[in-house]
T-cell receptor
Framework: AQSVTQLDSHVSVSEGTPVLLRCNYS??????LFWYVQHPNKGLQLLLK??????LVKGINGFEAEFKKSETSFHLTKPSAHMSDAAEYFC?????????FGAGTTVTVRA | DGGITQSPKYLFRKEGQNVTLSCEQN?????MYWYRQDPGQGLRLIYY???????QKGDIAEGYSVSREKKESFPLTVTSAQKNPTAFYLC???????????????FGSGTRLTVV
């Protein structure tokens, strides 16, 4: 069985400052891990994925995430937030058959 | 371009009616999934199918039904037994049923269903 916890339901940052979205998972084995972004009334878009290669994963739009097995974490970061980063973000571990989604973190970006 | 098409984008249902949401993909993916999204609850799995003519219940299958007669298509019917159907519904696919979820999903753009 696997589960996922996104530690912040809402994150607010100023444009140009760093963004940190936290995700912890539990699994009986090392899963694949994903971060997705969703803009209002849209589907989910893949930001990045970890599939047991390098522990630091780079994604689209300047996002990256680090897999830490000892902490069972996969936190998402971006050094400098842009207004277009305002959206909802989902962390999702997978087993062979399906992904499990966290409750989501809503990011707002202040000008 | 390959992708997943969900239709309609907005759908209104009267009390006691069944409605069917369409999901079509041209990615040649074996596995397809239906999720329901409510504010603050993330995505909850309704049904999934790893191969044609086979599907399994997810976490919240009550009041829903599906079919998988073709690889490209995975329609979802919201029946009158679903007491609170107002939500955003997302369809997704992955490259193959066994192990394929490790490659991630491709999502459609969603259907917003409202009961009137």
């Amino acid at each position: 069985a696997q589960s996922v916890t996104q530690l912040d339901s809402h994150v607010s940052v100023s444009e140009g400052t760093p963004v940190l979205l936290r995700c912890n998972y539990s699994s009986s084995y090392s899963p694949s891990l994903f971060w997705y972004v969703q803009h209002p009334n849209k589907g989910l878009q893949l930001l990045l994925k970890y599939t047991s290669a390098a522990t630091l994963v780079k994604g689209i739009n300047g996002f990256e995430a680090e897999f830490k097995k000892s902490e069972t974490s996969f936190h998402l970061t971006k050094p400098s937030a842009h207004m277009s980063d305002a959206a909802e973000y989902f962390c999702a571990p997978s087993n062979d058959y399906k992904l499990s989604f966290g409750a989501g973190t809503t990011v707002t970006v202040r000008a | 371009d390959g992708g997943i098409t969900q239709s309609p984008k907005y759908l209104f249902r009267k009390e006691g009616q069944n409605v069917t949401l369409s999901c079509e993909q041209n990615l040649n993916h074996d596995a397809m999934y239906w999720y329901r999204q409510d504010p603050g609850q993330g995505l909850r799995l309704i049904y999934y199918s790893q191969i044609v003519n086979d599907f399994q219940k997810g976490d919240i299958a009550e009041g829903y039904s599906v079919s998988r007669e073709k690889k490209e298509s995975f329609p979802l019917t919201v029946t009158s037994a679903q007491k609170n159907p107002t939500a955003f519904y997302l369809c997704a696919s992955s490259i193959t049923g066994t192990g394929g979820a490790r490659y991630g999903y491709t999502f459609g753009s969603g259907t917003r269903l409202t009961v009137v």
